[in-house]
């Protein structure tokens, strides 16, 4: 592991209602070079162009690939990843989104808020995540 995860929990656990299984922590200490992504949103990273799909699933795995190439030009690998935002514009969308982020974040325990906002850049848009990682030196 790249970094120091303290309290490592996995959401099954501390969220056995909502049928989660995404691996977190309450902190990360890292150093290294830090990375700050933009957040990122269904959408290709090349064109722009959004992914043309209202589900939520769908959605979270374009943004979740997203996040694994910018962190990959940086550098780093998923392994880097310390810090993650999730904007949704759906409460409903909760369990979904989290459990596709999950499979993303297997093993990698990153430190995770959510929000539930009233809408994001672009009305077709359920999920916005924005990331930090830190690559060691």
Same mark, same amino acid.
């Given at each position: *592991? ?5 309290? &490592? ?9 909502? &049928?989660?299984?995404?691996?977190? @922590? ?6 290294? %070079? ?5 957040? +990122? ?7 722009? $162009?959004?992914?043309?799909? =209202? ?7 374009? #943004? *979740? +690939?997203?996040?694994?190439?910018? /962190? ?5 690998? *998923?392994?880097?990843? @310390? &810090?993650? $935002?999730?904007?949704?514009?759906? #409460?409903? =969308? ?5 459990? %596709? *982020?999950?499979?993303? /974040?297997?093993?990698? =325990? ?5 929000? #539930?906002?009233? @809408? ?8 916005? /995540?924005?990331?930090?990682?830190? /690559?060691?030196?």
């Amino acid at each position: *592991m790249a970094h120091t995860r303290i309290r &490592k929990f996995n959401t099954k656990d501390t969220y056995p209602e909502q &049928k989660l299984d995404n691996d977190l @922590c309450q902190a990360v200490v890292a150093r290294g %070079t830090m990375v700050f992504l933009r957040g +990122q949103c269904p959408q290709d990273l090349d064109t722009s $162009v959004d992914i043309g799909s =209202h589900d939520p699933v769908e959605q979270t795995h374009k #943004v *979740m +690939q997203n996040i694994r190439q910018l /962190i990959e030009e940086a550098g780093g690998t *998923m392994e880097h990843l @310390c &810090k993650v $935002v999730v904007y949704l514009t759906d #409460v409903r =969308h909760r369990e979904a989104v989290y459990r %596709t *982020m999950g499979e993303y /974040i297997r093993n990698v =325990h990153p430190v995770s808020t959510g929000v #539930v906002v009233t @809408c994001l850049a672009r009305p077709s848009w359920l999920v916005e /995540i924005d990331a930090t990682a830190v /690559i060691p030196d």
